[in-house]
């Protein structure tokens, strides 16, 4: 019989479809992989707004997590929006318990419609729990600024914070540089401690971008369960979310989402 690897979410969910848990879930499984989740948050959210975002109780995600883990091979994992410190403390927890590696952080801190899904309390929490444990952490810039105090405006700013977000403890950092203004081309940066390594494609003049960022953590993902190493994860990822973007959905009134394909 064959089968297939398994990679992990843990995320908050998104009611439009486009975002979070729902995204991972399409974008794992369009990458080859079978995508399980845990959800450490619900929101209310559409093309246009997030309404309402609610968090679960932390035992939860942490009993959601064992449940996943002591059944299947969990060849993947990833995190995408979890708001508070006990959720991410307890994520941390269960991360190191079940040493589940390769791991890939999104540090989500803010959808594209404005709505906080970071508090910010919980940055330091980030940073000193689970940043450690990350195989890979994939800011875009407005993250990478936040998190050190490198300002973004080139290429050689999106390496100069990659390396400052290294001291954090992750093995490797990618920024994503998809917001820079000006360029052809939207270069994201891999910086793994002695290189740099940019991934370039050409920059899509869309609205339609619901949901980019969680679908290029979650296929990044899905390419290391099946056993790619980082730099052909991000390579083969990279080139599903700019397919993802360039036929994406004009669904809804705002923002649509990103096509898995
Ligand atoms: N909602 C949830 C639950 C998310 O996890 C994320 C992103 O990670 C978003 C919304 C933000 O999506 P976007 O900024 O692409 O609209």
Known sequence: MSTKPVALTIAGSDSGGGAGIQADLKAMEANGVFGASALAAVTAQNTEEVSRAHDLPPSLVATQIDAV????????????????????ETVADRVATHDLRPFVVDPVMISKTGFKLLQDEAIDTLVNDLLPLATLVTPNVHEAEHLTDVEIDTPDDLRAAGAALL???????????????????????????????????????????????CTYASAIAAHLAKGHDLGAAVDRAKRYVTGAIRHALPLGHGRGPTNHF
């Open 69 to 88: 883990v002591g059944d299947m091979d969990v060849k993947a994992a990833k995190t995408g929006m979890l708001s508070a410190p006990p959720i991410i």
């Open 167 to 213: 001291e954090y403890g992750p093995d490797a950092v990618l920024v994503k540089g998809g917001h820079l203004s000006g360029a052809d081309d939207a270069v994201d940066v891999l910086v793994d401690g002695e290189t740099g390594r940019r991934f370039q494609a050409p920059r899509i003049d869309t609205e339609h971008t619901h949901g980019t960022g």
